[in-house]
């Protein structure tokens, strides 16, 4: 019930999807539908702990059948929790110990997603160039200048939430406004131009 109000946003922005009518509570029986769901709307799966009878492995195996990517971290071999996350790697999932290692997994889906996306684009009537950026994009990049920054800095300065630069810094990396640099930093490419921020 506490997150009504969002799903309202949702609906009015995007879509809710579900294999239940409206009205219909929560159920643990219903998750794992749940999750095929969510599994299948995204490109990979991270599973971050995980006994070996974690639901969270369930989650994986139908990311797997649906022909997403399943990337998992690795724990001690003491800790029981982390018995899922080495069985998962033992089948296949990715071993993850950083972002970068999702990153170099995903950026070549994402690069095919973006070009498709940038075409339908140009292609419309109406449509802006392909390489104008929104002001949110701007403002980061200003904030970023042309030395390494680290992410908690671009969060400080620019005053963005932390999911939204987190994103927003892997599709200027993508269309190649950005570069990573060592130590998780990020720097402006300085092949790439963008318009300033105008005042309204």
């Known amino acids: 019930a506490v997150h009504r109000e969002l799903a309202h946003r949702i609906a009015a922005n995007g879509a809710l ?3 239940y009518p409206p ?4 159920r643990p029986a219903h998750f794992p539908r749940r999750n095929r769901l969510i599994a299948g709307l995204s490109l990979g799966t991270l599973v971050t702990e995980a006994a070996e009878r974690s639901g969270s492995l369930i989650t994986a195996r139908l990311a797997a059948e649906q022909g997403r990517e399943v990337f998992a971290v690795p724990g001690s071999i003491r800790n029981p929790r982390a ?24 950026a070549p889906l994402l690069r095919g997603i973006l ?10 009537p109406e449509s802006e160039p392909a390489d104008e950026l929104d002001e949110d994009y701007r403002q980061l990049l200003e904030c970023m200048g042309y030395d390494p920054v680290a992410p908690d800095e671009l969060i ?24 990573s640099c060592p130590g998780g930093r990020y720097c402006r490419d300085t092949g790439r131009a963008v318009a300033p921020a105008q005042d309204s």
């Open 17 to 19: 999807v579900s294999e």
């Open 23 to 26: 009205g219909v509570g929560p």
């Open 83 to 106: 018995r899922g996350c080495h069985l998962l790697i033992r089948q296949g999932a990715k071993l993850v110990e950083t972002a970068d290692d999702i990153l170099v997994e995903l």
């Open 115 to 124: 070009a498709s996306a940038s075409s339908a684009i140009a292609a419309g």
């Open 156 to 179: 400080a300065r620019s005053g963005l939430p932390a999911a939204s630069v987190s994103s927003m810094l892997l599709l200027l990396e993508l269309q190649g406004y950005v570069s």
